[in-house]
Every structure is written in C-alpha cells, then in structure tokens.
C-alpha cells in the first residue's frame, strides 16, 4: 500500500468542506497548526496535530516535512483556454496602444485568428503545446484545471482540441475536465448566419461531444456581437438534454443578461461577470450558481474588475480563474490572479484563498472530490515554502509553492 504522510505544517490550511462556500463563510480556512496529512492509494485517510497521528498509519511510510512551511489544497484553475495554436502578440501590441477588444475582432484579429492557427496544428503539436503549459500551471500550484475548445469553430477541430485534452487527462498529472465551447465565435464561413451555425453547432458537433465523452461541460459566450440570450439559451438547452453540465460567458463586455440565463437554466458556473446586473447577480445567488471571476483578463483589456465584493457580500459563492487563453489573457499565473483579486477586487486573503480552492472545485462540480484537505478527498496538496499563508500575497507576483502533492505523489518540487 503506497503511504505518503506530510507532518509538522506552521500552518496547515485545510479548507474544511464539500460544496462552495458562500458569503461569510469564504473566510474561513480551518487551520490546523503543526498539521498533519495521511494519504493512503491517492486518497486523504487523516488530518490533524502532527502529534495525533495514529501509530497505524506510521509503519511503512514515505514521510515529507513541512516544518516552516504552510500546506493547501491544490489550487483548482477553473476557467482555462490551454489548448490553442498559434499566439496573438501582434494584437497585444495593438491594445498596450489603446485598440479595444471590439476593434482588435473588427481589424481581423481576436478569436478568429487562433481559429485559423489551431485548424492547422495537429494534434500532436497540440500536445505537446498542451504538456508544456500544464507543466507550467502545475509550478504554480495548479492540480485541477478546466480547459475549452471553442478555437476550431468546425467539426473537425473541436473534436481535436477536446481529443487532445482526454490525452493530456491521461499523460500528465494534472486532471484536465474538458468543456465544450463550439459557440464560442462566429467562423468567416457563417457570418451572418449565425442562427445557422447555431443549429450547426446542435445538430452536427454536439452529439458527437456526448458520444465520444468528450467533454463534461457546455459553455457559450454570452455577449453583444457574439451570440443572443436566445441563441445562447438554445444551445445550452440542447447540451443539458443530452447530459452536459452547463457554463457561461456571461455579461463581460456588455450587460445583455447572461447571469440571469445561467440562474434560469441551473448552470454551474457563470463566469467574467464584469457588467452584471444586481438581479443577475441575486439570481445566481438564489440558484446556487458559482461566480468565478477572471481577474486577469479585466487586468489585461483595461477593463473595471468584476464587483466581487458586492458578490460575495450578497451571499455569492465566489470562485477565481486564470482564464489562460492566446489572445486576452495570455498567463497561468496564479500568484497574478491573486495580487489582483487582494489588491484591485478587494477580497481578503482568506477569501481568495477560497476562491482557489474549495469554490473552484466547485465550479467544477467537484467540491466532494477535491478542493480542500478532508477524508475521503483525492490527496492533492501544496506545500509553500512560508509559514504562514499571509505570505502567500505578500510575495506578490511570485509563486511561493516549493512542493506540489498530487493523489499521494510528490509531482513537483522546486528544488529538484
């Protein structure tokens, strides 16, 4: 029986939970001091005072000290674009110079462009583009990340790029649970039909998704120029009949009543959020959908962050993401996410800490499973190299991970 016990933690951040934490209660970390873990076959078995640990879970085991240093859950990115080809740097360019994302899609760039990069890669070279990222995140502490297709826009290369991600699931350490976001644009070849390339995307990819299981979720994105509440609603209700779970880009750019369509329909998540409305947002609330909020991308675009603290003062369950992508939000840094969410959206650390962890699992409909160091849980922890996970934001800007656990494996460590 494989054994790993991590002992003598300053502070062990245990996250204690298994759904989303709302309101109030993101600020509530249940620390253990000089904590202790004990993960048997991938599974957390113990968690307690170092001191505590029973005499049976001793014998024949692989011990990691943490003496001096602060031990999480493993970080949930739960709102990723990773698998792409091609990159934007042109466009980035184009909007350090005051070009909007709206003029950058009317110039010919935006989401188009990494369409026509990604139809020409092949899978291969998507994998391998794919680990190289993933390896990345996994240095900042990423065990559970959330990827979407939505850059083939056609048969062929939607079920590539969630292809590629069931690979990716298998190959590396990280889980990987895929989402299928076919209306994520409308392509060159239905501009002006897009209530065609709707029923395209219903009628000739979707079932497909379902078939291969391919994907665990549905996304659409929701926004003014992209795809209506109506044509929005369609898909997604398709996608729920046939046993996906649903996610929306919703009220970005403009309040068009995404946050609202993602209560109506009971999605899981709905994410971005910059422009909801009160009554979007308290639907959500009633309706026990996650807010997950994508820092990073409002950073980049210059745009007025997201109201987290009306969210989660209002009793939201609020997640965060890094929303990686090649065009609007090119990094999976999640020591970035973090500066912005404690600096700029003015959430306490203990609630962004949350935000990363239990609710981003949750966000992912797998709050039972991961997300926070309990019982029964998958062994996915993080070992910082402060005492404290005050530290965690104090560094800003730079990762503090020094070791990353995944299902009772040392995955990752810095020094090695």
């Known amino acids: 029986m494989k054994r790993t016990i991590v002992k003598n933690a300053s502070q062990l951040i245990t996250c204690s939970g298994y759904k989303a934490k709302k309101g109030r209660e993101m600020n509530e970390l249940a620390i253990i001091e000089d904590g202790a873990v004990v993960i048997e076959e991938g599974i957390i078995k113990w968690v ?64 188009i462009n990494t369409v026509k990069e990604t139809r020409r890669e092949s899978k291969d070279c998507l994998i391998r583009s794919g680990m190289d990222r993933l390896n990345s995140m996994l240095s900042f502490g990423v065990t559970t990340v959330e990827g979407k297709s939505g850059y083939g826009l056609d048969y062929l290369t939607e079920i590539k790029q969630l292809e590629v991600m069931k690979k990716l699931n298998i190959r590396h350490d990280i889980d990987v ?37 391919l994907a665990e ?22 996608a729920k009949k046939l046993g996906l779970k649903l996610k929306i ?75 990686f992508n090649p065009g609007s939000c090119f990094t999976e840094s999640i020591p970035l996410i973090i500066a912005l969410a404690t600096i700029y959206m003015n959430m306490s650390i203990e609630e962004t800490i949350t935000a990363l962890t239990i609710n981003g699992a949750a966000a992912l409909d797998r709050a039972e499973i991961i997300g926070s160091i309990d ?42």
């Open 375 to 416: 019982v029964n849980k998958k062994g996915d922890i993080v070992i910082h190299e402060y005492p404290s996970y005050k530290f965690i934001p104090y560094h800003i800007g730079v990762s503090t991970v020094e070791k990353v656990i995944k299902n009772g494996q040392l995955v990752y460590d810095k020094y090695e």
């Open 48 to 111: 307690g005072k170092t001191s505590d640990i029973p005499t049976q879970y001793k014998r024949v085991a692989e011990e990691i000290d943490a003496t001096d240093k602060t031990v999480l859950p493993g970080f949930v990115d739960s709102h990723t674009h990773f698998v792409f080809g091609g990159y934007r740097e042109e466009e980035y360019s184009w909007r350090l110079k005051g070009n909007s994302y709206m003029e950058i899609m009317e110039k010919g760039g935006g989401i």
């Open 249 to 323: 880009h919703a009220d970005e750019i403009v309040q068009i009543g995404g946050a609202g369509l993602a209560a109506s329909l009971g999605a899981i998540s709905a994410d971005h959020l910059l422009m909801a409305s009160n009554k979007g947002l308290d639907d959500m609330a009633k309706k026990n959908v996650i807010a997950t909020l994508l820092p990073g991308t409002a950073f980049t675009l210059k745009e007025d962050f997201a109201r987290a603290r009306y969210m989660i003062d209002n009793n939201l369950a609020v997640a965060l993401a890094t929303d």
């Open 177 to 213: 649970i895929p989402t299928f976001l076919g209306a994520h644009a409308v392509p060159k070849e239905y501009k002006g039909k897009e209530d065609k390339y709707i029923d395209f995307i219903i009628e000739n990819v979707l079932p497909h998704v379902v078939d291969g299981e």
């Open 217 to 238: 979720f549905c996304d659409v994105f929701c926004e003014e120029n992209v795809f209506s509440i109506d044509q929005s609603h369609k898909v997604l209700s398709a």
